[in-house]
């Protein structure tokens, strides 16, 4: 199973930016996708980015034009560069990966990012 390591996170003005990364343990150029997701406290967890098969990005409508996503596999890291950052962009923002279409979601433990105004 794949461990991921999330690191980047912190605090920010709004209007600045960010960027992300997520470490895997194993090599990412077969995993079959890797993506962003975010939580505020008393939140369902929501989709930021995903990234499949190292080419097909989507992202959620909230962070379109503003955040992307991308992978370097020689590093086994792929990175979520976020800018234009809201307020409402805070929450803990967790790595995630499936090996597999059908496989079991893999989380990294998350790194929080403040937006203040």
């Known amino acids: 199973q794949v461990h991921l390591v999330e690191s980047g996170g912190g605090e920010v003005q709004a209007g600045g930016s960010l960027r992300l990364s997520c470490k895997a343990s194993?090599?990412?150029?077969?995993?079959?996708?890797m993506g962003w997701y975010r939580q505020v406290p008393g939140k369902e967890r929501e989709f930021v980015a995903s990234?499949?098969?190292?080419?097909?990005?989507n992202y959620g409508d909230s962070v379109k034009g503003r955040f992307t996503i991308s992978r370097d596999t020689a590093k086994s890291t792929v990175y979520l560069n976020m800018t234009n950052l809201k307020p409402e962009d805070t929450a803990a923002y967790y790595c995630?990966?499936?090996?597999?279409?059908?496989?079991?979601?893999?989380w990294g433990q998350g790194t929080q990012v403040t937006v203040s105004s």
């Open positions: 995630s990966a499936l090996t597999g279409p059908r496989s079991p979601r893999t």
């Open positions: 194993t090599g990412i150029f077969r995993i079959y996708s």
């Open positions: 990234i499949r098969n190292g080419i097909a990005a």
